[in-house]
């Protein structure tokens, strides 16, 4: 049984992520990671050649990484309240582990996946999904509804389950940059940096300054992408077309300059263990960093716009609300957690890379409406631009790049604050190939949190809580 | 405030690109060309290594030592070209887009220095078609197989005020029922099987199915998976490959631009 860490002043500490790996000897291990508020992560590894005593009534954020443990790994888990299967569907067989095994040619059965129901007089099932209306990735929605108010929304994810932790195993620890890269598509940067430093963690690489500073100009470069598209994409579903299509022609402004400063849209291919695959020239950089200014300039224009629009007000005030206690209870992170009162960001708690010689405040707001989400993209990308124009102008001098050396059996950790919220990587690697590499996407920890969000709401309303949560299904799903 | 924001949008400059600039662009794409003149065994025999997901490779063919380029395979990681000692650059411009299956491999012979593979026709000659073929009104659905949404968001990108795609008459659509077109992302998941089969069940024929990005042509680097069943053409016949990881919006519409030409021709 797991004694549940907790932090100084006595709460039940921070649940990170609950994970299978496989010992030297073909044990089962759990670990669970705990963030305690110090600026240390807490891991706790337990044998699992037997059943594990479910947490998930004490810590409902653990609820869906121990379905994701029994899917992946076939540990019995008891006094869960909600053991359906998660990760693998209808066609999956029963007894099938590809965390465990090497799987090949799993044959197609029919299981039976039971949606809640929700029974009384006047209820309707609303069935959305997989395949969306729009430029979407896929997953599935149960909506129970009574007129147009949602009672009880269902998610139904994993669609796009790529098995993409199996294939880590056995992938030099160089070329596992490029999966980390395949995660979620628009957060890749991010995935490649957090893959890179647990890497770097665990060989004892020290990267260069010039490295640490240009990754950070990368990484806020992508928040500031995604929370541009965001605030574009929440103007989109209330019908504001001015404010959405200025807000695609920023994004695409800082696209096209990415190109001329690292090669490729949205920095795939740059960062590796060890540092950046190559410098990024002073000159780009500084280009860089105006054309961020201008965007910038621009989007702080359509953001005074939202916050001033009274049916963008009426909209997005008090619709989704996320409550603290949910937040808190279900553990999420990022921009849908500091919107709903919880101070929380990597970036500042666990420091790292070039963050350590920044000066920044990351904005918290209570109401944990859409609005407030908002609001949070708003404050952040602010900080985001600043951030990036410091670095740019003070860009220190060193080797993109310096030698990895991973002999023997190493393991790392390493956290991010990605534009969602905190990307974790854990990984384990013998003589420089891969036989470990868990990911902790902070959709797969936030997602649990809309259907609390959508309750209550009209499901007109939905697509707008959707996009005010912005979360990746792949990264969800891997 | 309203007006403000219009009167801004007004004096901002036109940005929208000509559909001539588009059409063969790879900016920012990283995708590989081979230089003929400097290949030699050694080189090829070393680019054929690093390649993660086996789009460079060695064959036999006409009894010469041949060098193949998959671009459905080709993730444009850019290893190639770091090791390819100038015998593997980044292409300037790149007309594999749209192309069926039988064109997308290209060959080339080690010991004579040349390319084996026929010249596929270039945008440039294509350029005079264009017009004419835009007169006409496609609906496109986009069907997210199983992808990491990279290809989502280039996708995405094709409505902004630089590529905006509506000016060509071509529109993205709610339904498969709706659409002309589909266009699909990502490996095929276990998962999204049987939705997309129903998906390609439910557009109404004549239809044309484009797969996109490194995982839509040939599963990418997720090729080998148990999650997934392979790449678009394992599950429903495809009449274009867009290759790319991810492809860019340039390279998306010279793509889509390229099947409905062939298409229309037909």
């Known amino acids: 049984m797991l004694a549940i860490p907790h932090t100084k002043d006595g709460a039940l500490a921070r649940l990170v992520a609950i994970f299978g790996s496989i010992g030297p000897h073909r044990e089962k291990r759990v670990h669970y990671i705990f963030d305690l508020g110090d600026t240390d992560y807490q891991e ?57 095994d090497r799987v090949k040619d799993v044959p197609w059965t029919k299981r039976e996946y039971r949606f809640l129901q929700v029974q009384g007089e006047g209820i309707a099932e609303v069935a959305v999904g997989p395949v969306h209306a729009g430029i979407i990735e896929p997953g599935h929605f149960r909506f129970s509804v009574v007129g147009d108010t949602i009672l009880h929304l269902e998610l139904r994810h994993f669609y796009t389950h790529k098995g993409t932790e199996k294939l880590f195993e056995g992938s030099s620890v ?59 994409g929440l103007c989109a579903d209330v019908g504001f077309g001015v404010a959405a299509a200025y807000a695609t022609r920023i994004k695409e402004s800082l696209l096209r300059a990415s190109v001329d400063c690292c090669g490729t849209r949205y920095w795939r291919g740059v960062a590796v263990p060890g540092g950046l695959r190559f410098d990024c020239d002073s000159g780009n950089v500084l280009e860089l960093a105006l054309a961020v200014a201008r965007a910038y300039s621009d989007f702080s224009e359509i953001a005074g716009l939202i916050l001033e629009t009274p049916s963008i007000q009426d909209r997005f005030e008090t619709a989704g609300v996320v409550r603290q206690e949910v937040a808190r209870e ?43 989400r908002a609001r949070i993209r708003i404050a952040e990308a602010a900080v985001s631009a600043r951030l990036i124009q410091e670095t740019a ?50 959709s797969f920890q936030n997602w649990p949190a809309m259907p609390f969000a959508a309750e209550g709401n009209i499901i007109a309303d939905f697509p707008l809580i959707n996009k005010s949560f912005n979360l990746s299904y792949s990264g969800c799903d891997r | 405030m309203i007006g403000d924001v219009i009167g801004q949008s007004l004096r901002q400059p036109n940005r929208i690109i000509p559909v001539e600039a588009l059409l063969g662009n790879c900016d920012g794409s990283r995708m590989p060309e081979i230089v003929a003149e400097r290949l030699t065994p050694a080189i090829a025999q070393r680019i054929t290594e690093v390649c993660p997901t086996g789009a460079l490779g060695m064959e036999e063919s006409g009894g010469h030592g041949c060098l ?37 491999v290209r060959l080339w012979d080690i010991d004579g220095c040349l390319e084996i593979t026929p010249h596929t026709p270039s945008s440039d000659e ?10 006409r009104a496609l609906n496109i659905r986009q069907l ?22 509506e000016r060509f008459g071509i529109h993205f659509v709610a339904s498969p029922k709706h659409a002309d077109m589909l266009l699909v992302t990502g490996p095929v998941t276990r998962n999204m099987a049987e939705a997309v089969k129903a998906t390609y069940e439910a557009v109404a024929a004549p239809k044309l199915v484009v797969a996109v990005g490194a995982c ?51």
């Open chain 1, 44 to 100: 706790i590894v337990l044998p699992a050649s037997g059943p594990l005593d479910s947490i998930a009534l004490r810590v409902p954020a653990a609820a869906w990484f121990e379905r994701e443990l029994r899917d992946q790994y076939g540990i019995k888990i008891v006094g869960h309240p909600d053991l359906r299967p998660l990760v693998f569907h209808d066609n999956w067989p029963d007894g099938v582990y590809p965390m465990v």
């Open chain 1, 174 to 232: 160089s070329s596992g940059a490029m999966i980390a890269e395949s995660v979620s598509g628009d957060n890749c940067f991010a995935h490649a940096v957090c893959y890179s430093q647990a890497i770097e963690k665990a060989c004892g690489t020290e990267v260069s300054p010039r490295a640490s500073a240009i990754r950070l100009i990368g990484l806020e470069l992508e928040r500031l992408i995604c929370h541009t598209s965001d605030i574009g």
């Open chain 1, 330 to 372: 279900l553990a999420v992170v990022g921009p849908v957690a500091r919107a709903s009162g919880m101070k929380l960001d990597v970036r500042l708690d666990h420091s790292y890379g070039h963050y350590k010689n920044c000066q920044f405040e990351v904005p918290v707001m209570d109401d944990g409406d859409v609005m407030a």
């Open chain 1, 393 to 442: 102008n003070a860009l220190p001098h060193g080797d993109p790049l310096v030698p990895v050396n991973p002999r023997g059996e190493v393991q790392g950790f390493s956290a991010v604050e990605s534009p969602r919220g905190e990307l974790c990587y854990w990984l384990n690697a013998l003589d420089g190939r891969l036989t470990r590499c868990y990911v902790k996407s902070p």
């Open chain 2, 68 to 104: 193949k380029l998959s671009y459905g395979d080709c993730i444009a990681c850019g290893k190639c070209i770091e090791s390819g000692a100038g015998a593997v650059v980044r292409a300037k411009r790149f007309t594999w887009c749209g192309v069926p299956k039988a064109q997308i």
């Open chain 2, 126 to 135: 294509a350029r005079g078609q264009i017009h004419s073929l835009l007169q």
């Open chain 2, 144 to 165: 997210d197989a199983g992808s990491c949404n990279g290809c989502e968001a280039e996708i995405t990108a094709l409505t902004n005020p630089y590529y905006d795609l």
């Open chain 2, 216 to 266: 839509g042509c040939s599963s990418g680097i997720f090729a080998g998976s148990h999650a997934i069943v392979g790449a678009v053409d394992a599950i429903i016949p495809v009449d274009g490959y867009i290759p790319g990881c991810p492809p860019t919006p340039a390279m998306l519409v010279s793509g889509i631009l390229k099947v409905l030409q062939r298409h229309v021709a037909r």
